[in-house]
C-alpha cells in the first residue's frame, strides 16, 4: 500500500465489460474505464483511530474444572475478541468469476481469516494477498477459508487478477476477494477510515461458531504477516481443543503449553 503521498495520484485500469464471468448478466461491448483517485490525505500512517470499545472486558468460567481463559464481550458493543462476526453477503471475485460470499454460511464448517486492505492496484496489499494465496494450502489444512475485502468494485478486483505478479498484480488467487463498495462491511467490522473512505490493515480470526477469536489492525504502511497469522490461528485451535490449556508465548505446534493455574503452571516454567 502506498505509505505516503503529497499530491493525488490517480490509478487507472481499461477493463474490459465484455467478461467471461459467468455471473454477467449481459455483456457490454464498450470498454470501461474505472479510474481509482488516491486521495492527497492519504498518508502512510493515520495519526490518531481510537478504538470504540470503551468498556473492559471480563473473564468467564466455564463448565469445566479448571478456569477458562476465553473473554466473552458485552452484546451490542463494537466488534471485538468475543463477539460474534457481524455478518455480511457481498459480491466477490474467485477463479476470475463474479462470485456471493455470506460470511455465516461458514458457521459450523470453517475457521475464517477475514482481512481487509486499503486499496487494488497498490504496493503494500499485493505483497500480502499473494502472500496468504501462496500458503493457501496450509490454511485449508486447518479448515481455514481466507476472505480479502477492500472498498473497490469487483471490476477492479478482476482487473487485478488479470494483471501479472511481475507487472503489479495479483495473477490467480486461491481465495476471494471480496467487494465492500458501500463500505458498510468495513464500518461494521471498525476499520473503516471515513474521511478517506478506505479501510485500515484489519485481519479478524473469526471461529466454526463464528465469534472473532483474535483481531490486529495495522496502519496503512505496514504489511502483515502471515507466519504470525498462522501461528495464532493454530494455538486457537489447541486450546479450543484443549481448554484446560493456555499457550504461551511464540507458541508452535509441537511445544509445551501451560496449565492456568499457579501450582500446575510451575511444571512449564520449570522446563523452560
Known amino acids: 500500500m502506498a505509505c505516503s503521498a503529497t499530491s493525488a495520484t490517480v490509478l ?6 465484455a467478461f467471461s464471468a459467468k455471473s454477467l448478466a449481459s455483456p457490454v461491448a464498450k470498454p470501461f474505464s474505472q479510474t481509482l483517485t488516491v486521495p492527497d490525505s492519504f498518508a502512510g500512517l493515520r495519526k490518531s483511530f481510537q478504538s470504540r470499545v470503551p468498556h473492559p472486558v471480563s473473564l468467564n468460567r466455564s463448565s469445566h474444572s479448571q478456569r477458562s481463559f476465553v473473554v466473552k464481550a458485552s452484546a ?3 466488534p471485538l475478541v468475543g463477539n460474534t462476526a457481524p455478518d455480511f453477503e457481498a459480491e466477490a471475485v474467485f477463479d476470475q468469476e463474479f462470485i456471493k460470499v455470506k460470511l455465516s454460511e461458514y458457521i459450523g464448517k470453517k475457521y475464517v481469516v477475514l482481512f481487509f486492505y486499503p486499496l487494488d492496484f497498490t504496493f503494500v496489499c499485493p505483497t500480502e494477498i499473494t502472500a496468504f494465496s501462496d500458503r493457501y494450502a496450509e490454511f485449508e489444512k486447518l479448515d481455514t477459508e481466507i476472505l480479502g475485502i477492500s472498498v473497490d468494485s469487483v471490476f477492479s478486483h478482476l482487473a487485478w ?3 501479472d505478479r511481475k507487472s503489479g498484480g495479483l495473477g490467480d488467487l486461491k481465495y476471494p476477494l471480496v467487494s465492500d463498495v458501500t463500505k458498510s462491511i468495513s464500518s461494521s467490522y471498525g476499520v473503516l477510515i471515513h474521511d478517506q473512505g478506505i479501510a485500515l490493515r484489519g485481519l479478524f480470526i473469526i471461529d466454526k461458531e463464528g465469534v472473532i477469536q483474535h483481531s490486529t489492525i495495522n496502519n496503512l504502511a505496514i504489511g502483515r504477516s502471515v507466519d504470525e497469522t498462522m501461528r495464532t490461528l493454530q494455538a486457537l485451535q489447541y486450546v479450543q481443543k484443549n481448554p484446560d490449556e493456555v499457550c504461551p508465548a511464540g507458541w508452535k505446534p509441537g511445544e509445551k503449553s501451560m496449565k492456568p493455574d499457579p501450582k500446575l503452571s510451575k ?3 520449570a522446563a523452560i
Do not use: A, M, N, W
Not at 12 to 17: A, E, G
Open 12 to 17: 487507472t485500469s481499461s477493463i474490459p465489460r
Open 76 to 78: 451490542g458493543e463494537p
Open 161 to 163: 487478477v488479470q494483471t
Open 267 to 269: 511444571d512449564y516454567f
